[in-house]
């Protein structure tokens, strides 16, 4: 697991001190069945450390990408001067046991994601300024990026991606890389005035080169949040969007209106309605889905099995039927939601899990066993069934992690 936190943290194995910054992160493992195995918390100094996301090779070792600002930071293998005057990229490697391999800092990026592919190749995708420089000199465009280390953290390629905001990268067993994300305009946007965005989806080859890109949208608000790609290459994209979306099956077309909840930044924006659609290799469509009402469903988190089955984990504000029933949260602010279906878009179960003011789902995985494993955040307390789970934030804007494992059935 990793997290960004301003307050100490316990993972299991003990109290892990927040230290001299204001805002870090922290890294953890655990074993199949939930124990503690070991945890650590990195350092910056003068600055901010926000964790952004985690991958793990076909080694078992783990790759984590953190944005920082300040003028070094400590993931556990010593000092890393950080090279640029605002947010900087750092990416570091740690083998099983989370002893760090290997940190990097690159200048003026901001990651968004982190993949690995086949060869053990690091690709990272972001935004980044026209000085950003991930080891190959400086980008000279300011807007989206992408860029591959090798296994031991040296460059390989970067580019600009001209047009889009990224919000995701997947890698398929050839060493291409899907990126998704959005073009268009909505920071500051209010419901008055949401902006414009399409879905932006694009493949690359494991050069780095163009192989296709494709927006789908309309005038309303489409963004894809997440990834993945299965094991016949197909490309699931999962996220939200409002009036009517056509994936080249016919029009997706949302239940209700313009929807923004600013409460808690990265949790239930840009509703109205979900979205998850397939696409092949090519970029072709293959099916789509879309699920809500007219409250608030935000997809946080999609992953895809080798024989094709999804799993999904998200938000909902109101009422959603992944075709199983529906499913009404409880909460004021919205429960988690888990949802996991086969190769051909059918549901297999959908659930929801709530008992506090807000909670949501940010991550999701697929096990070996077909088992899902959830993560997210929560205020007050949560309920999977097996037993009551408190937080103890004291103030509302506060939350506590929470990660849990469900059946595959």
């Not at 999609?302 to 984990?313: M, N």
């Not at 993560?375 to 937080?391: A, M, N, Q, R, V």
Request: proline fraction near 3%.
């Amino acid at each position: 697991m990793l997290a960004s936190t301003p307050e100490p943290i316990d993972f299991g194995g003990g109290l892990l001190s927040a230290g001299g910054s204001a805002y870090t992160a922290s890294l953890a493992k655990l074993d199949r069945a939930g124990n503690h195995l070991w945890s650590t918390r990195f350092e910056v100094s003068d600055g901010l450390l926000v964790a952004q996301d985690l991958v793990i090779d076909a080694s078992d070792n783990i790759i984590v990408a953190v944005s920082a600002t300040g003028t070094s930071v400590d993931l556990g293998g010593g000092a890393v001067a950080l090279p640029g005057s605002g947010w900087n990229t750092v990416v570091a490697k740690f083998d099983a046991a989370g002893n760090t391999l290997w940190s990097e800092a690159f200048s003026n990026v901001y990651t968004r994601a982190v993949a690995v592919d086949a060869a053990g190749d690091v690709v990272l995708a972001g935004g980044c300024e026209a000085d950003a420089d991930l080891g190959g000199g400086a980008l000279g465009s300011t807007g989206a990026c992408a860029a591959k280390v090798d296994a031991a953290g040296h460059h390989v390629w970067s580019r600009h991606v001209s047009g889009p905001s990224l919000r995701d990268l997947a890698c398929d067993a050839m060493g291409n890389i899907v990126l998704a994300g959005y073009v268009g305009y909505i920071e500051g946007a209010t419901i008055d005035d949401p902006g414009t965005a399409d879905v932006y989806v694009a493949k690359l080859d494991s050069a780095g080169n163009d192989l296709w890109s494709e927006t789908f949208g309309g005038e309303t608000v489409q963004i894809a949040n997440s990834v993945a790609i299965d094991g016949s290459g197909d490309i699931v994209l999962a996220g939200t969007f409002f009036g009517s979306l056509d994936f080249g099956g016919g029009p997706l077309v949302s239940a209700g209106g313009r929807a923004y909840d600013p409460h808690w930044e990265g949790t239930l924006q840009w509703g109205d309605d979900i979205f998850l659609a397939k696409l092949d290799g090519a970029g072709d469509f293959v099916w789509s889905r879309s699920y809500g009402d007219a409250g608030v469903q935000a997809p946080w988190g999609v992953a895809a099995a080798g024989d094709g089955s999804i799993a999904l984990t998200g938000g909902v504000l109101g009422v959603v039927d992944f075709g199983t029933g529906p499913l009404t949260a409880s909460s004021s602010y919205g429960d988690v939601f888990a949802a996991k279906l086969d190769a051909t878009g059918n549901t297999l179960w959908s659930r929801l899990y709530g008992g506090g003011p807000q909670q949501v789902g940010q991550a999701v995985a697929l096990g070996p066993a077909g088992h899902v494993i959830v993560s997210g955040i929560f205020h007050e307390k949560i309920d999977f069934g097996f037993g009551l789970h408190e937080t103890s934030a004291e103030e509302y804007e506060q939350s506590d992690i929470f990660l849990a494992k469900l059946d595959g059935l």
